[in-house]
């Protein structure tokens, strides 16, 4: 009986000896190779290096955007237990100003992994990377820091989680701001806690290239606030802006209002983070108005002096009316823009060949990209002529029946008062690598030349007339002279034009001559005030003063100046203006308005009417004898006379003729 229990113990060892040895060679000699696999890659690991984003900064190496390292830190919750837990609640509770109790209920599980906190600087959270509490850990990392917050929100975009760019220059630049990612090999422990790291096996990430923009920092601050002031003056919905150089194309300021925070770009809807001057298009109403006048001068299909009869504020037209908000009769072209006649364009308009004026509106940009460098842009709407109805080019003459975006019409109106050159918008200045070498410069990028350089000129003076005494007088500045044109036009809601809610938008230029500033300015559906002359221009004029203030010498330096001679005569001269002295500047492009004549200056009467000159004269306190009616052909003390008590002014008026004006 002994020796039968002996034998079947003996059995069973001999029986577990043979299953381990049966185990052994399996572990070794059939599943080694698979096993050591497994083993080495539970204690190795290639680990991603992540590249740093390249830089950004404004045209005058101001830096705008940033990188920070950080940490993110993680609890395994299969490995940790209650004290550590209470314990992390407590510190973490202290960092992000949540309560513990907010982090122990976060904590509840077993079997998942939860992140306590991430992004935060390293700077602020040395103490809590020097913890050793079970399945507590942290990983280092880069975020993006904007410096400025709100600033520029809708040029520069924002990085998510992943490191990844969206919106904004941020979106549109990704593969050149993102670089390129290391990896390196690191061996761990059992608990899964780095012993040590293979150089020998570690790439190195490189750095992003950076980006220098277009943008004017001080331009761009002025801008978000004036529009954020016009938004509350007016209680519009939104306020859009841009700033450019219309002799490039550069962008030099863009806002949306209110912006947003790309730092904390998750607190803000879709909708504000949307970047409207691209994006969203609109019925331009009277700014289009010069486009169509451009055309038509262009085309040599009228001229200046021409006049037509506006039919007192009320014309049918193929069973549709047209209205004017104020009546008047005859007007001539420049007066059409200057006084904003939607019948006087709708009239003009009719000179011209369906296909001849599609092929500008196509020229100056209209039903196509602008190709600026920022995501999410569209093409708007420009019907081809065969789908014209029968008033679709008087209607689209005056800015209806076709859609633009802001960016569209600004680089469109740089074209009309640059020379004719339509340029693509830009808003990279150039690109350099992480040392500083230049990987790209841009230049002016030509996109076609669409109307003649004497057209160009032609219609800065007419625009000018708008500011000077036409519809945008609101948008006139100090110290120099600007044109522009008003527009507002009714919003079409639901396939309805809506009667309370407009577009009203403002475009303006400055100096009239040598146009170095346009800006754009649209106000979507404001409360108070509606016309774009009552609110978009009076923004536009704080707009370009707080930038004339800030830069006098950039923009006045060409200006000219009286010099007194003697007692009676002025003699003109240009000087730069950093040596003006106590000299008086004054504008020598004398029309015979109160603020160019207010230095004691006898104005330049010929051509004004005879009510004109004699609220000018009346105004500034001289004595005068009126002969004749119409308009002014003599005046008989010269213009750019010092005035002085005692004098008289004997003008002559005389009925305009009408031989040589073309009447429509």
């Known amino acids: 009986m002994n020796n039968f229990r002996a034998f079947l113990v003996l059995l069973g060892v001999l029986v577990l000896f043979s299953i381990i040895v049966a185990k052994l060679v399996n572990i070794q000699l059939i599943r080694g190779d698979e096993l050591k696999y497994f083993a080495e890659r539970q204690q190795m690991k290639i680990e991603k290096i992540q590249a740093e984003r390249g830089l950004i900064y404004d045209r005058n190496n101001v830096l705008l955007a940033y990188n920070r390292n950080d940490a993110t830190f993680y609890l395994d919750l299969s490995k940790t237990n209650k004290q550590t837990k209470e314990e992390l609640a407590e510190k973490f509770s202290k960092l992000t100003n949540k309560t513990p109790q907010f982090f122990l209920t976060k904590m509840k599980g077993e079997n998942k992994t939860i992140t306590l906190a991430q992004h935060i600087p390293l700077a602020d959270v040395r103490d809590l990377m020097k913890l050793k509490l079970p399945g507590y850990y942290y990983r280092k990392g880069i975020s993006r820091d904007y410096y400025y917050n709100n600033f520029a929100s809708h040029i520069l975009g924002y990085v998510n989680t992943q490191y990844k760019g969206v919106n904004g220059v941020e979106n549109y630049f990704d593969r050149e701001l993102a670089g390129i990612n290391g990896q390196r090999l690191v061996v761990k422990d059992a608990t899964g806690k780095i012993i040590t790291v293979k150089e020998d096996m570690t790439k190195n990430a490189v750095q992003g290239n950076n980006l220098f923009l277009t943008i004017n920092k001080s331009y761009q601050i002025i801008l978000e606030e004036e529009i954020i002031n016009g938004l509350k003056k007016y209680q519009g919905k939104y306020v859009i802006g841009i700033i450019m150089n219309p002799n490039n194309g550069e962008i030099l300021a863009l806002a949306n209002s209110s912006g947003y ?99 500008y509106l196509r020229g100056f940009g209209f039903g196509n990209y602008t190709s600026v460098s920022l995501p999410g842009e569209v093409k708007g709407k420009l019907k081809k002529p065969d ?57 002016p990028d030509l996109v076609r030349t669409v109307i003649s350089k004497n057209t160009s000129m032609r219609i800065r003076k007419i625009l000018s007339t708008v500011v000077e005494d036409g519809t945008g007088t609101k948008a006139k500045i100090k110290f120099i002279n600007a044109g522009g044109k008003t527009g507002t036009s009714q919003r079409l809601i639901n396939g309805k034009y809506s009667k309370n809610q407009y577009n009203s938008s403002f475009i303006g230029f400055f100096p009239v001559d040598n146009p170095q500033i346009i800006c754009l300015v649209l106000v979507n559906s404001p409360k108070v005030g509606k016309y774009g002359g009552q609110v978009a221009a009076p923004i536009f004029k704080r707009i370009s003063e707080r930038i004339i203030k800030g ?114």
Request: aromatic content about 10%; overall charge positive; proline content about 3%.
């Open 551 to 664: 830069n006098y010498n950039k923009f006045l330096e060409k200006k000219e100046i009286l010099i007194p001679v003697d007692d009676t005569k002025i003699v003109y001269v240009k000087k730069d203006f950093q040596t003006k002295g106590n000299l008086k500047y004054l504008d020598l492009d004398f029309t015979g308005n109160i603020s160019k004549a207010r230095m004691n200056v006898m104005p330049n009467l010929i051509n004004r009417t005879l009510s004109e000159a004699i609220s000018i004269l009346t105004k500034i306190g001289l004595k005068f004898k009126v002969s004749g009616t119409g308009k002014i052909v003599k005046q008989s003390i010269t213009p750019g006379t010092k005035l002085r008590a005692g004098l008289l002014c004997n003008i002559n008026a005389k009925e305009t003729s009408l031989k040589g004006v073309t009447i429509y």
């Open 261 to 359: 925070d790309p730092n904390i770009y998750w607190k803000y809807t879709d909708t504000e983070r949307k970047n409207r001057a691209v994006t969203d298009i609109y019925e331009p109403g009277s700014t289009f108005k010069s486009i169509t006048i451009a055309t038509l001068l262009d085309q040599n299909l009228v001229k200046e002096n021409d006049i037509v009869f506006t039919e007192n504020g009320r014309y049918k037209f193929n069973n549709t009316y047209v209205t004017d908000t104020h009546k008047h009769g005859w007007l001539t072209v420049s007066e059409v823009i200057k006084y904003s006649s939607n019948i006087g364009i709708a009239k003009l308009v009719q000179k011209i060949d369906n296909e001849i004026y599609y092929k």
């Open 387 to 443: 789908q014209w109805s029968k008033i679709s080019k008087e209607f689209m003459s005056f800015g209806y029946e076709i859609a633009v975006t802001p960016i569209q019409l600004i680089s469109a109106y740089s074209a009309l008062v640059n020379g004719g050159k339509l340029f693509k918008p830009q808003i990279i200045k150039k690109i350099t690598d992480a040392s500083g070498n230049i990987v790209y410069n841009s230049n």
